[in-house]
């Protein structure tokens, strides 16, 4: 491949010798430009594979020049260079489809990851290509225009270094999505790590997000990397970031800024280059109103959202999902693929879905073990009705002991029609339902599993 060239572009002399020089170090040759009329000149000559600009230029801004590239080179990456602090800035030029900031006085160590990040676009994957070369396993199923929708943005979105939101109900594809952000990025060959926010008790947050220093509290008996550390130059996946305590929301938002952690007990900064992808399932910009999340973290995790769409507003998809479903199960049992009736389809196609594609997953896993003869028939479709998932009124119920069980096993029969009834109005939102029903998220989902209700 031909020597990089990258146009910079700043009306400070200084900055504009650091970045040549820098970028020299790293075998990128560089054209500079002190203002919005020398770098349009510039662009009219050389082919460019990377722009680094200033916002405030003489005769415009940066923001001129990158809605200039969107339009006639959108295939350039361009990263502005704002001043320390603006994180409106910052967050303006990333919504407009910058690939990434620095910010003044510029850190060498973020410029270099910055440019070798960028450099990693060079020759990528072709955008108009289909994603084929993505690990197949991971692959979003599904043909409908809203998937299709979906399946551009990830590829646009995966170019950028910009924190991204995933929304959508349980079981929508949340996680998939960002794993093929991360597959289609230039950070593909580093780790993707993801981390369910709900699933950590509160008092290891620090320590696992950060890492800790030997001897830094009981049972610290070495020095330990964090989750950050361990997505060192890859993405790091905060699924259920809703749940994140407001106290661990506040250190996040430093390490976002200052793009460094520090270890629990540590006194040094770790420089960390990791993207943030984060998923709710939550309306976290009600959660903002209430007070429950922070507004200045929730400004900086959602430049970008992603929303994917619930699977009944996408049942087109349907026959594709259950085919590609049934396959990956057939062949985890060594079994072949079984047929489907027509009754059964018949049965899934009436269904909502409010679990979504996991729901799905989860009827056909039942379906496929309860099949005869390489055939699924619609009495091997196991699906909740909402008079079952609403439970019988209390008036309804015979107690015990003269319906034959103890009031132990009665009491809990009560306790999972309650949680059924909970999680079905509140559309399998676990932590909805557990507000709902008064308990924490975490004592939902110890319960779930105690009463045997994951697998419906
Ligand atoms: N479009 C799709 N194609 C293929 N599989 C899918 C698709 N969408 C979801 N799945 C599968 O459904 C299951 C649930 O997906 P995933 O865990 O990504 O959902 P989620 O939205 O992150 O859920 P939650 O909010 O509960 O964490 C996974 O096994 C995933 O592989």
Known sequence: MTKPVALIVDDEPDILELLGLTLEQMDV?????SDLASARAALERHHFDLCLTDMRLPDGDGMELLSLMQDAHPDVPVAVITAHG?????????????????????DLQDLRALVRTALKLRGGPDQDADDDGV??????IGDSSGMQ????LIRRVARSQAPVLITGESGTGKELVARLVHEQSPRADAPFVPVNCGAIPAELMESEFFGH?????????????GLFQAAQGGTLFLDEVGELPLAMQVKLLRVIQERAVRPVGGREEIPVDVRILSATHRNLAKAVQAGEFREDIFYRLNVIELQVPPLRERMADLAMLVESILARLALRLEMNKPDVSPEAWQKLSAHHFPGNVRELENVLERAITLSEGGRIGAEDIFIKTPARSTGPGLAEWV????????LPEFLE???????RRALSQCRYN???????LGMTFRQLRYRISKLGLESE
Do not use: Y
């Open 29 to 33: 040759d560089t054209v500079p430009a």
């Open 86 to 106: 603006n994180v409106e800035a910052a967050v303006k030029a990333l919504k407009a489809g910058a690939f990434d900031f620095v910010s003044k006085p510029v």
């Open 135 to 140: 690990d197949a396993g991971s692959r979003l």
């Open 149 to 152: 929708h979906l399946r551009q």
């Open 213 to 225: 220093r030997k001897g830094s509290f009981t049972g610290a008996t070495a020095d330990r990397d």
């Open 399 to 406: 107690l015990p002991p003269d319906n034959g069980q103890s």
């Open 413 to 419: 029969d009560l306790e999972r029609e309650c949680i």
């Open 430 to 436: 676990k932590t909805e339902a557990a507000q709902r």
